[in-house]
């Protein structure tokens, strides 16, 4: 694992709309690291500690998840020991041999690294394995990365006793970890941050050494995929007995079992969910009339399903089915209307829907797109619902669809960083015409606003010259954002956007079809009008 790698593909959530990117300070993340070690303990000891910039993000039903984006600073520092000491956490990973979440290098380039297996993939060893097995155990550690005790990463390293006798011993690999995660979350040692990929390694690290515990003591069959575990024995009592002992080595870690979503089950039971198989089996018809009334049935059903199964993400499968299908362009208002409909029962699958308008960008009807745009921010603003504001406003200035004053001024005064940095870029391109009010803004960003949760905002907006700070000079006298700057690095990248669906080539036919080509959408539909550099990424 390389610096560059893990700060370019692997800081920033992957939830985020696709402008925010670290691709430029990877590159520089090396310089940037030894620019700060370089810098007087007097400079140095103002950027002791920084806060994270908080987005929170829908799971399923009223359930959240918030993510943390760490200061440039720290992230910086965190990875570079990471990558620095990457053969070590290795080993700790062969530690586990029931971990089917160790992370390894992504050489597809989305993230700097994945799990080694899938979780589909993990549900199929689990099956491999378990075939002379009564008795299933599904334990759920938790709320994980937010509950775990920063000082227990030394412990899983390098044992309690060990930790505890050397604290400030910082050749610790352990010792390391603890105090770069705190002080890139204002020194809290409780949880850390959801979303870059240095916290999926660490708290592997956790799992694989629970793993040990747990085979040191018996003999399971089954795997853990990160906080998910799923054990298989011959009797109850030996599932009991295991379910305790887990608890245990939870318990003295500071974490606790999510007790509503573990549970001990009898043979027969289904492995697979059952909407998920008539999901999966739902077949959309070819011709033109067959096609519309199937895409009825399934996006009703689908709703239905969600009605049944709030906890599962039932709309993120099914709309994701739909990426296999052409669409009649006669289809196409009905169509539209229906993936709407999905998205305003849940706004989590906005990424999913503008992959679909992308791709047939020229049949949108931006009216109608308006309405829903509206529809979804004017519900989330006032909840602090970041993802689903951020992605709604990037949607709309994909399609250039302008924003009303009282809506803007209600984001511009929302302390929503990502979604704020969207609609400037609406306002530079006139999307956003009114005059709006930014003395909210313009109040927080001082000198302080590069160390707390403003910092991205707080820098991209001075660097593209979208605020105007009071005094002037607030960045030049920034050391570290100041060097930043000179290096042209930027967190925003305007022109990036996710790829449209790529459909399979059909198979030749010995005979041609009869079909009007031009009723089917096609994902070069359009984009050779515009001469503008679009930068494709994966969502």
């Not at 289809?331 to 709407?340: M, P, Q, T």
Request: charged share 25%; net charge positive.
């Amino acid at each position: 694992m390389n610096l560059i790698k893990l700060i370019s593909k692997g800081y920033f959530p992957a939830e985020l709309p696709p402008p925010f990117n670290t691709e430029l300070l990877g590159v520089e993340a090396l310089n940037m690291f030894n620019y700060f070690q370089a810098l007087n303990n007097s400079v140095k000891k103002d950027f002791k500690e920084t806060i994270n910039l908080a987005y929170s993000v829908p799971k399923f039903g009223l359930s959240r998840r918030l993510m943390g984006i760490p200061n440039p600073i720290h992230q910086i520092d965190l990875s570079k020991i990471v990558c620095d000491n990457w053969i070590e956490i290795q080993a700790l990973y062969g530690r586990s041999s029931i971990s089917s979440s160790k992370q390894i290098e992504d050489e597809t380039g989305k993230r700097a690294t994945k799990m080694i297996d899938s979780f589909g993939e993990f549900k199929e060893k689990c099956l491999e394995q378990s075939f002379d097995k009564l008795f299933e155990l599904k334990v759920d550690i938790s709320k994980y990365f937010s509950t775990i005790y920063t000082h227990s990463i030394p412990w899983a390293i390098h044992s309690k006793t060990v930790a505890k006798q050397n604290k400030n011993d910082f050749t610790l690999l352990g010792n390391l970890l603890d105090k770069a995660i705190r002080n890139a979350q204002s020194g809290q040692t409780i949880g850390i941050p959801i979303g870059p990929d240095t916290s999926r390694i660490i708290s592997e690290i956790l799992g694989c050494t629970f793993d040990k515990l747990l085979t040191d003591k018996f003999k399971l069959v089954g795997f853990r995929y990160v906080d998910d575990c799923y054990f298989y024995f011959d009797s109850q009592s030996n599932a009991e007995h295991l379910f305790k002992h887990f608890q245990t080595i939870l318990t003295e870690y500071g974490l606790d079992i999510n007790e509503e979503k573990t549970s001990i089950k009898k043979q027969p039971f289904p492995y697979e969910s059952k909407w998920v198989i008539e999901l999966s089996n739902y077949q959309i018809r070819k011709n033109l009339k067959g096609q519309i009334t199937d895409l009825k049935n399934y996006v009703s059903f689908a709703l239905e399903l969600v009605t049944n199964h709030p906890k599962d993400s039932v709309l993120k499968f099914a709309i994701k089915k739909l990426f296999y299908d052409r669409i009649y362009k006669s289809n196409w208002n009905l169509f539209e209307s229906l993936i709407f409909r999905m998205g305003i029962s849940e706004p989590v699958i906005l990424p999913e829907i503008l992959k679909l308008l992308l791709t047939y960008e020229n049949w949108v009807n931006k009216s109608k797109l308006k309405k829903f745009l509206y529809s979804i921010i004017s519900e989330h603003i006032y909840k602090g619902h970041n993802f689903e504001v951020s992605w709604a406003l990037w949607i709309a200035k994909t399609f250039s669809i302008k924003i009303s004053k009282p809506l803007a001024q209600q984001i511009f005064d929302s302390r929503d960083s990502i979604s704020i940095l969207i609609c400037f870029d609406m306002m530079q391109r006139k999307l956003i015409t009114d005059k709006i009010n930014l003395d909210s803004i313009e109040s927080e960003v001082n000198e302080s606003s590069f160390i707390n949760e403003w910092w991205l905002l707080t820098y991209e907006g001075i660097v593209k010259k979208w605020i105007e700070p009071n005094p002037a000079d607030l960045l030049a006298k920034n050391k570290y954002f100041s060097e930043l700057k000179k290096k042209k690095i930027e967190f925003y990248d305007t022109n990036r956007q996710i790829s449209k669906i790529e459909f399979r080539k059909p198979k030749p036919q010995a005979k041609p079809i009869e079909i009007d080509k031009l009723e089917y959408g096609h994902s070069e539909a359009s984009g050779s009008s515009t001469e503008k550099k679009i930068v494709v990424v994966e969502y």
